[in-house]
């Protein structure tokens, strides 16, 4: 399956009806208490071929509880938009459970954990998406910095300059403590995650194929590394074949996991053009790498750059631009950090930085809060300023723009 196949299937799956609902937005709660209710027939109902998050609701919808649906006649569940006469037969089989009995017998074989709507360990981020999968497969750990995620994505076919940019860029960001976020795919994903962990970062692999079944075969040796490092994630149930059409699909969690996403390397209709998409669609930010302009792989990420993503050439571009954390995060080392550029603030700087209240605050007061000598102060002000922290709000006043 080439990138540009993808890129169309998912493409028109986009512009189909079924994907965008603003009424989904307490998707998430919804499937979550029919977890808590009965979380067996939720399994059971939620590994049907066919049933994605609104094909649940509006099932739930209309039979009340995911026990009735799978109760349910043929003819009733053949009533319910997008239900045909496959997918019924899907539900009614599925009802037996001996399918779900399997999948919780090798997930407790393999040390693979269900993650279901609702559960704590699911980062917040993810939470928030209208789309959210109906069940997660982990191997792995989350943590809490993991909520400084970037996701890293690009071409399949990467060139010599395109690695070497993924490795910049995954380099720097890990040495602030971000977390790097891609989908094990061949080319610019695998370079991020190698990288990752060779600069003893974290990294997330979000899988098209599910957790027993890795795919590209070549990648076994890493996923193996990232497991123990890491975080492997799939929505694809143990021992499922690969389909090319979710491969494209599973770029949602990649953008919805992540602060921002970075095009490393694309081409005009590369798939990670894709993950762009959601991100936009997510409200994350976007980011490019620019790449020669007569150069074929770059033509897909110069476009994005023309079309609004933010130019990007190291870590603290990235950094600079990424907005706000929903919570708080506290990194390995201790540092509590909830604005992204942060991390890019020497100590000195967040000192002086500390010693700013939101509210114009007279040099002289920094100066005592910070036990800092004048004149370093004074330079730290304006380094401060350079970077967007702070703003000049009168002749010896500075207020910052935003919170420790």
């Not at 690969?242 to 996403?261: D, E, M």
């Not at 036990?371 to 350079?386: D, G, K, P, R, Y």
Request: one cysteine or more; aromatic letters at 4%.
């Amino acid at each position: 399956m080439t990138e540009q196949e993808d890129y169309q299937r998912l493409l028109n799956q986009l512009e189909s009806p079924e994907t965008h609902h603003p009424e989904d937005q307490d998707l998430q709660e919804t499937l979550g208490k029919e977890v808590l209710k009965d979380q067996e027939s939720y399994l059971r109902l939620a590994l049907v071929d066919g049933v994605g998050c609104r094909t649940m609701r509006r099932l739930l919808s209309r039979f009340g509880s995911a026990k009735d649906v799978l109760k349910a006649s043929l003819r009733d569940l053949g009533s319910v938009e997008r239900v045909g006469p496959k997918t019924a037969t899907a539900i009614r089989d599925n009802g037996q459970g001996s399918y779900a009995d399997e999948v919780l017998k090798i997930c407790k074989q393999q040390k693979i954990e269900l993650l279901f709507p609702g559960d704590p360990r699911i980062p917040v981020l993810l939470t928030e998406i209208s789309d959210p999968p109906l069940v997660l497969y982990l191997q792995g750990e989350f943590r809490p910095d993991d909520a400084l995620a970037v996701g890293m994505v690009g071409t399949r076919h990467a060139t010599a300059y395109g690695r070497y940019m993924a490795e910049r860029l995954t380099r720097g960001l890990c040495g602030y403590g971000c977390t790097i976020v891609s989908g094990l795919a061949r080319g610019i994903d695998g370079v991020c995650h190698r990288k990752a962990l060779e600069c003893g970062g974290r990294t997330i692999a979000v899988l098209g194929s599910s957790l027993t079944e890795i795919y590209p075969p070549e990648h076994a040796d890493l996923a193996s590394n990232i497991r123990n490092h890491g975080v492997l994630l799939s929505e694809t149930p143990p021992l499922a074949k690969p389909k090319a059409g979710v491969f494209p699909q599973r770029n949602r969690i990649i953008s919805g996991l992540s602060l921002g996403v970075v095009v490393v390397e694309a081409a005009e209709r590369s798939g990670s053009l894709i993950t762009a998409r959601h991100a936009g669609e997510q409200g994350r930010d976007v980011f490019a790498v620019p790449g020669q302009a007569s150069a074929p792989t770059s033509r897909g990420s110069n476009r994005l750059i023309r079309d609004g993503a933010l130019l990007v050439q190291d870590a603290e571009d990235i950094l600079e631009h990424l907005g706000p954390l929903s919570r708080s995060a506290k990194l390995t080392g201790g540092q509590i950090v909830q604005q992204p550029k942060e991390l890019i603030l020497n100590e000195i700087e967040r000192g002086v930085l500390q010693a700013i209240d939101v509210m114009p605050t007279d040099i002289d007061l920094v100066v005592q809060r910070s036990q800092l000598a004048v004149s370093q102060v004074l330079s730290t002000l304006s380094v401060l300023e350079l970077k967007g922290a702070i703003k000049r709000t009168g002749g010896r006043s500075y207020g910052r723009k935003y919170q420790i």
